[in-house]
């Protein structure tokens, strides 16, 4: 595909794009569905705004990703389709590959790491029936992407690039054609979620093409931040480590292809906390009614968490990118938003082994609209005394500063966990 510009001498390349992006409007026209655009009232009145989420997670297999691995594989020729195509994901490119191989009749195998939530396993089967053989190898995405990689080396079979390929970004871009059709103006602000950068780098040369007065913003997650790395260091590199919670977007390197094209889009990128991310889950699903996963929910993270700078009356759409969360997750995502918020907070507690200690504790030291959830001894120091984990939940977020200092007024010997020490990750 190549960079896009608007500058004199690049029609060819600006043609070229275009003409791609039609021709996965084509192949997608019965196959993928047309998306809603809804107005939300929550993040509108949050901002004052005029916010629209455009609903991804009700495509199919509940994530944009089947508008590329649609396109890519519907365009493989016959001897391409009978030597089969293969993917690493995360788990919703592998649902869309698994349900492109099932319409389009051709053998694949999807490749996912060990972190891929069940439910998006089982989806990807379901979706994929006999046609699709799901491969589970690895702790994180790139482990599964080498081995994608491998098995088409070796069995000559194609290989289905989550974002990677300008056939990919072709696909994704088609997300921007529909938000423009049915907005049926120029919106202020778009913003994106990113992972590898399909998205942004298709759908953001779109709106610089079509909408070059749309102010664009890439949201990452903070613990897998590859394309602002990418950017600030001129080129794709790769991440020394990487939170794999929001797995959707667990991506270590930026991808060769999205890269200069997410450049010349003049996208913002920020990072979100995941705490931020799963509070939003949270808000989507109690306040909005809304099942997101943590890579869906990044776009409207960033925006509710006051990331975004937007002006009162903006018109400003979001993807709600992805619906595929394990329910399990939800008490992983209670436990983040807590502490993300301020309002719960772990500590460890020497307890002299004596009557009445714990009972001095809750008297002296716990508030009044304070609670303790969590209680578990660790460790024996001698006979006399004994530590203890405590998770206390506030009642407020700014109570902790009152608490902190009845706990300095308190003979008992306690010692705050913060957050990222190796004290708070081991323990909790």
């Known amino acids: 595909m190549g960079r896009v510009s608007t500058t004199p001498g690049d029609d060819a390349l600006t043609d070229d794009f275009t003409a791609q992006v039609r021709d996965a409007v084509r192949r997608l026209d019965g196959v993928a569905e047309r998306t809603p ?18 609903r991804e997670d009700l495509q199919v297999g509940r994530s944009y990703k089947i508008r590329g691995a649609y396109t890519t594989i519907s365009r493989l020729d016959d001897a391409a389709r009978s030597a089969g195509v293969v993917c690493a994901s995360a788990g919703n490119h592998g649902q869309g590959v698994a349900y492109a191989c099932r319409a389009l009749q051709v053998r694949g195998r999807v490749f996912v790491p060990g972190t891929t939530p069940r439910q998006k396993r089982e989806r990807i089967a379901v979706l994929g029936g006999d046609m699709v053989e799901l491969v589970v190898t690895g702790d994180s995405y790139d482990e599964a992407a080498a081995a994608a990689i491998e098995s088409a080396r070796t069995t000559g079979a194609t290989l289905v ?21 049915q907005l049926g103006c120029a919106p202020d602000v778009v913003v994106l979620p990113v992972g590898g950068g399909g998205l ?39 991440l020394p480590e990487i939170d794999t919670f929001v797995d959707g977007a667990a991506v270590r390197r930026a991808g060769t292809v999205t890269y200069p094209l997410v450049r010349d889009s003049g996208a913002e990128l920020l990072t979100v906390p995941e705490g931020q991310i799963c509070t939003e889950m949270l808000d989507l699903y109690q306040a909005d009614g809304v099942i997101a996963e943590p890579a ?3 776009a409207t993270a960033a925006l509710s968490g006051g990331l975004v700078s937007v002006q009162p009356g903006e018109t400003v759409v979001c993807l709600l990118s992805g619906g595929n969360n394990d329910v399990s997750r939800y008490a992983e995502v209670v436990e983040r938003s807590l502490v993300h918020r ?15 200690a714990l009972r001095r504790f809750l008297d002296e030291v716990l508030g009044p609209d304070d609670d303790i959830v969590l209680f578990e001894y660790v460790k024996r120091d001698n006979r006399e005394t004994g530590a203890a984990l405590t998770g206390i939940e506030l009642g407020r977020a700014d109570g902790l500063p009152e608490l902190m200092a009845r ?17 708070y990750r081991f323990l909790v």
Request: charged residues 15%.
């Open 407 to 423: 706990i300095d007024a308190s003979p008992l010997r306690i010692q705050l966990l913060a957050p990222g020490t190796t004290a």
């Open 296 to 298: 869906g929910a990044l």
């Open 161 to 181: 690039p989550a974002f990677d390929a300008p056939s990919t970004v072709a696909g994704q871009a088609t997300v921007a054609v529909e938000i423009l059709e």
């Open 342 to 356: 301020g309002l719960k907070h772990y500590f460890l507690v020497e307890f002299p082994q004596e009557p009445g």
């Open 37 to 54: 655009l809804q107005r939300n009232a929550r993040l509108s009145g949050l901002t004052g705004a005029d916010v629209w989420l455009k």
């Open 200 to 238: 942004l780098a298709g759908a953001g040369t779109w709106l610089r093409l079509h909408s070059p007065t749309t102010r664009l913003v890439g949201a990452e997650p903070a613990g897998a931040a590859n394309m602002a790395a990418a950017l600030a260091a001129g080129e794709p590199v790769e």
